[in-house]
């Protein structure tokens, strides 16, 4: 049962205002569909990694992940502390690398704690990786700092901020190396950056990892969708 100004709730006797959609021109859509604004032709405005001296392209996420644990020096034996909140592209390379993940808890604003951090670190630990989830920064200057006074490589996980600052610094400054995924904000299949403020990024020749055939059937879908 509807109304001249919206659709009628029958349950409650009250009607509603009918939703409005807006519609954005498609030509104002068209910088945003270019890769030129991604490689520093967005001004000051937007940060992001892709302004940062050192950087590379890899497959995805999870091989930046691992190259990044890579230039850090992360092998067999070492400890990697990382979030409680994870995905597995965050622990497939620690494993592949011999290394052992110790996890460490976040608060329920998906915030890291360095208090909570602290008691985690031990002699092997060597690196602490740091998720800014869904865009929002998280305590990088707290977690950097703490990452200073232990003597740890820090990973920044931007997989969910491409763009964005903290305390008027780009976010994946914070740390010696950030990580971003290209699927999550662009419309290709997969991609991911490697890239550091702070250090020159010289990848040793990698060794072929088997990281499943999920991408393979990635693919396949996206040509049967089509």
Known sequence: MTGEDGYSLVAQ???????????????????LLRLGPLWGGRGDMVASPFDFPHKRAVKDGRSAIY???RLAGIGPGDEVLVPDYHCIAMIVPILALGA??????????????PDAIRPQISKASKALLVVN?????????????????????????????LYGRSDGQSL??????????????LPV????????????????PAPKIAWGGGFA??????RLAR
């Open 172 to 185: 994946g400054s914070f740390g010696d190396y950030s990580i971003c995924s290209m699927r999550k904000f």
């Open 189 to 204: 299949q997969d991609g991911g950056l490697l890239a550091s403020a702070h250090h020159p990024i010289d990848l040793p």
């Open 13 to 31: 006797g009250r009607s509603i205002p009918r939703p409005h959609i807006p519609v954005a021109p498609v030509p104002k859509l068209a910088p």
């Open 67 to 69: 190259q990044a644990l």
């Open 133 to 161: 989830y869904f865009g929002f920064p998280n305590r990088l200057a707290a977690c950097a700092e703490l990452c200073r006074a232990h003597g740890l490589m820090m990973i920044e996980d931007c997989a969910h901020s």
């Open 100 to 113: 052992r993940p110790v996890f460490y808890a976040i608060d329920a604003e998906l915030m890291a704690q």
């Open 217 to 222: 059937v990635f693919c396949i879908l996206c």
